[in-house]
């Protein structure tokens, strides 16, 4: 797997297709890595130059000691677009991915054509929460987080009916790095760019799942609501719906980027 350095990290990245195609980047949420995007990448491929990394701390990526920051997050993002010699690209990311996505809208819009952001909020949960789970992980690891995360992430008929889905991804995060998932809690802790929304004027897409418990419909037209140029997509999808109703979340995704 290629890696370059970013900052202080080493980011694990992958391309398929074409480098003469559009380029999209997807960022992975909070406790996964890029492989939660093959769906995505097996429908775009063919006509994009697909880019997927795993988050600082996530997946093959390094773990360096955190806490981490968003501006962090968003940099390694810019700084793999240079490493890569991509001028401008979309991006789609998910839950702390989408924050990212964000981030760099507000920061890089020279960048990107499109911004897609999926199943997040401008501000994601309190900062308490995100603190005490971080102490939590550093102490007991990531087992009891990997326990209780497939009814945060996904719909109970889904879960019933896609065992090896859900339990793969479980797996995943109960082998991730303890500090790196720690340290992106913190950077979610303090992650709040809600006053910096009315900024944006890069073309946003807002993905926002109906049964999602952990960034809402709600968390959603907020963002709508204060984005110029933004347009919101419901899913009938919990926390991760890209894995969850992939086929629609394909078509929003692919209708979207073609304008």
């Keep these: 797997m290629p890696k370059f350095t970013s900052q202080d990290a080493e980011i694990n990245y992958q391309t398929f297709g074409d480098t003469n195609h559009p380029a999209i980047v997807f960022s992975n949420s909070l406790g996964t890595k890029y492989s939660m995007w093959q769906l995505q990448i097996a429908a775009l491929q063919k006509d994009y130059y697909v880019v997927c990394y795993d988050t600082r701390g996530h997946g093959a990526s390094s773990a360096p000691q955190g806490p981490y920051s968003i501006d962090q997050l968003g940099t390694d993002v810019i700084q793999l677009l240079d490493h890569l010699n991509i001028k401008k690209a979309s991006f789609c990311g998910i839950s702390m991915g989408g924050l990212t996505g964000q ?9 990107f054509n499109h911004v897609i952001v999926c199943n997040t909020a401008a501000k994601i949960g309190q900062a308490q929460a995100w603190n005490e789970r971080a102490a939590l992980v550093r102490e007991q690891g990531l087992k009891p987080i990997a326990d209780t995360a ?24 109960g082998a991730g790095s303890p500090e790196g998932y720690a340290s992106c809690c913190e950077a979610l802790a303090k992650a709040d ?16 799942g109906q049964q999602d418990p952990v960034t809402t419909v709600e968390d959603g037209q907020y963002m709508l609501d204060r984005i110029s140029k933004a347009q919101l997509f419901e899913i009938n999808a919990s926390h991760i719906s890209n894995i969850e109703q992939p086929e629609a979340f394909n078509q929003a995704v692919l209708k979207f980027v073609a304008v």
Excluded: C, G, K
């Excluded at 008929?157 to 793969?168: E, L, M, Y």
């Excluded at 910096?196 to 807002?206: D, G, K």
């Design 150 to 173: 497939a009814s945060r992430w996904f719909t109970e008929p889904f879960i019933q009916s896609n065992t090896a889905i859900v339990q793969s991804l479980s797996n995943d995060l």
């Design 193 to 208: 760019v809600r006053e910096e929304l009315a900024s944006i004027e890069v073309p946003v897409l807002i993905i926002a």
């Design 103 to 111: 981030w760099l809208a507000i920061h890089h819009p020279d960048h």
